[in-house]
């Protein structure tokens, strides 16, 4: 095999180094019309208030209706883990799943 013998590996670069050439000029030239057709979204930063506004209406609709809380952060909770997002959509579904379980957990015990 070529690759273990370093004099037979020089030599098929050496043959092959044209084709190499021009292959990697080829990826470079679909990668930058890939780059030129599909330009990426410029990031908003997300400010304090943007982060705070699902946790506070977590908090209002677990003391309303907990199930409901329940299920919308464990909805959260999945969507993140599906899609790959950022840390604060875990942090959020998991504050709305543990209100939403800390109030449901309340009413029964207030109903007993």
């Known amino acids: 095999m070529p690759y273990k013998d370093p ?20 990826l470079r030239q679909i990668e930058a019309a890939w780059k030129e057709a599909h330009p990426e979204a410029p990031m908003e930063p997300v400010s304090g208030a943007a982060f705070m506004l699902p946790m506070v209406a977590g908090g209002v609709l677990a ?5 409901l809380a329940i299920g919308a952060g464990g909805v959260t909770v999945l969507f993140a883990a599906v899609y790959k997002k950022d840390w604060r959509w875990w942090i959020v579904g998991l504050l709305i799943l543990a209100l939403g379980l800390f109030f449901y957990w309340n009413n029964k015990k207030e109903k007993k």
């Open 7 to 26: 004099q037979r590996k020089r030599e098929w670069e050496q043959r092959h180094c044209r084709q190499r050439h021009a292959r990697r000029r080829e």
């Open 63 to 67: 003391a309303s209706n907990p199930k």
